[in-house]
């Protein structure tokens, strides 16, 4: 490695996490980061769901995720002084035969043991509607995480914000990792920029608990009786920005389980970098020497970000393979 170290560019949640898992290893690293709208963590759930699918099966490596995550969100609570990051349920509705087979397959499972739970809710239980709970996920606050993590950094004087677009010539003589999420699609082929959009609302009439998971996701807030609902998708966005539509698709679909009054305190927009595979891109830049990408981790980026930030820090101080699956190199000729 670079005795003058790793610089990071991008200050988001993949950009921080790397930038926090440097200074956990005493790695010499800076950090650079643009402010601007459409930051993919305004409009994050932050949820890390274990089983997903209308067939319950269990995210790709769940455990060894989840193991990393536990590990380095506990760091940084005491580091930072306050846990942004809980264990949480999720509520899924079995709509149909299909689903209850399903579910009832996976609670046989000793794989999913951990995840697929036999718990019941008389909430629940009263509406006559088959549902199962999901165990073992979690939420990370994720706009608090990353505003405490950057104050961090910068009174560490690890993280520069700038008003001016990033590129090569910004860029210190170093070892350089790309984490520029879907704004900058020059530094990452295989981007696709995907806008989610998600509602801050009251329902006053809300009764059910934990995490409902329908056509969307509903998250209860630490404010009671506020929830964070979505997500709308927006492939190949035109802009940024919260929409019409997305707010009528979001507020339709929480009025298919919920028939109070809605009242919406907030609307927020964010592109994610999704990739069309699911899989991170994380590595060494084929057309760049010295130069890495730390991208892609599209809505899954909580439970992603962790893992591969210490797999790629491997890669880069000890020279540790990374999978050819997660490469940048697949998506260059």
Same mark, same amino acid.
């Given at each position: 490695?670079?005795?003058?170290?790793?610089?990071?560019?991008?200050? *988001? @949640?993949?950009?921080?996490?790397?930038?926090?898992?440097? &200074?956990?290893?005493?790695?010499?690293? /800076?950090?650079?980061?643009?402010?601007?709208?459409?930051?993919?963590?305004?409009?994050?759930?932050?949820? #890390?769901?274990?089983?997903?699918?209308?067939?319950?099966?269990?995210?790709?490596?769940?455990?060894?995720?989840?193991?990393?995550?536990?590990? !380095? &969100?506990?760091?940084?609570?005491?580091?930072?002084?306050?846990?942004? !990051?809980?264990?949480?349920? +999720? #509520?899924?509705?079995?709509?149909?035969?299909?689903?209850? #087979?399903?579910?009832?397959?996976?609670?046989?499972?000793?794989?999913?043991?951990?995840?697929? /739970?036999?718990?019941?809710?008389?909430?629940?239980?009263? @509406?006559?509607?088959?549902?199962? +709970?999901?165990?073992?996920?979690?939420?990370?606050?994720?706009?608090?995480?990353?505003?405490?993590?950057?104050? !961090?950094?910068?009174?560490?004087?690890?993280? #520069? +914000?700038?008003?001016?677009?990033?590129?090569?010539?910004?860029?210190?003589?170093?070892?350089?990792? @790309?984490?520029?999420?879907?704004?900058?699609?020059?530094?990452?082929? *295989?981007?696709?920029? =995907?806008?989610?959009?998600?509602?801050?609302?009251?329902?006053?009439?809300?009764?059910?608990?934990?995490?409902?998971?329908?056509?969307? !996701?509903?998250?209860?807030?630490?404010?009671? *009786?506020?929830?964070?609902?979505?997500?709308? &998708?927006?492939?190949?966005?035109?802009?940024?920005?919260?929409?019409?539509?997305?707010? =009528?698709?979001?507020?339709?679909? $929480?009025?298919? +389980?919920?028939?109070?009054?809605?009242?919406?305190?907030?609307? $927020?927009?964010?592109?994610?970098?999704?990739?069309?595979?699911?899989?991170?891109?994380? *590595?060494? @830049?084929?057309?760049?020497?010295?130069?890495?990408?730390? =991208?892609?981790?599209?809505?899954?980026?909580?439970?992603?970000?962790?893992?591969?930030?210490?797999?790629?820090?491997?890669?880069?101080? /000890?020279?540790?393979?990374?999978?050819?699956?997660?490469?940048?190199?697949?998506? &260059?000729?």
């Amino acid at each position: 490695m670079n005795e003058s170290g790793i610089h990071i560019v991008g200050h *988001g @949640l993949a950009g921080c996490v790397l930038a926090m898992t440097c &200074y956990r290893r005493k790695i010499p690293f /800076s950090m650079s980061g643009v402010s601007r709208p459409g930051e993919a963590s305004v409009a994050s759930s932050g949820l #890390i769901a274990p089983v997903t699918g209308r067939r319950y099966v269990k995210a790709w490596m769940i455990d060894e995720l989840l193991e990393s995550a536990c590990d !380095f &969100y506990d760091w940084t609570r005491r580091l930072l002084g306050t846990s942004y !990051f809980t264990p949480v349920e +999720i #509520i899924r509705f079995l709509k149909n035969d299909e689903a209850i #087979i399903a579910w009832r397959k996976r609670q046989k499972d000793p794989a999913y043991r951990a995840y697929i /739970s036999d718990k019941r809710f008389w909430q629940l239980d009263i @509406l006559d509607k088959p549902y199962g +709970i999901l165990t073992g996920g979690y939420r990370l606050d994720t706009p608090g995480w990353l505003e405490a993590s950057r104050h !961090f950094l910068a009174e560490e004087g690890k993280l #520069i +914000i700038t008003e001016e677009k990033l590129d090569s010539k910004h860029i210190p003589d170093r070892i350089v990792v @790309l984490a520029t999420g879907a704004m900058d699609q020059v530094f990452s082929k *295989g981007i696709i920029p =995907n806008k989610g959009e998600a509602l801050v609302v009251r329902l006053p009439d809300w009764r059910w608990p934990g995490i409902v998971k329908e056509e969307i !996701f509903i998250v209860p807030l630490t404010t009671k *009786g506020t929830y964070w609902a979505g997500s709308y &998708y927006e492939h190949w966005p035109e802009d940024p920005y919260p929409s019409e539509t997305g707010r =009528n698709a979001i507020l339709e679909a $929480v009025r298919t +389980i919920y028939t109070g009054r809605i009242d919406v305190i907030d609307h $927020v927009a964010g592109v994610r970098p999704t990739v069309d595979d699911r899989r991170p891109l994380v *590595g060494a @830049l084929p057309d760049q020497p010295g130069y890495f990408v730390f =991208n892609g981790m599209g809505t899954k980026g909580t439970s992603l970000a962790p893992y591969w930030a210490g797999a790629l820090l491997d890669h880069i101080t /000890s020279d540790v393979p990374l999978p050819t699956e997660v490469s940048p190199a697949r998506y &260059y000729p």
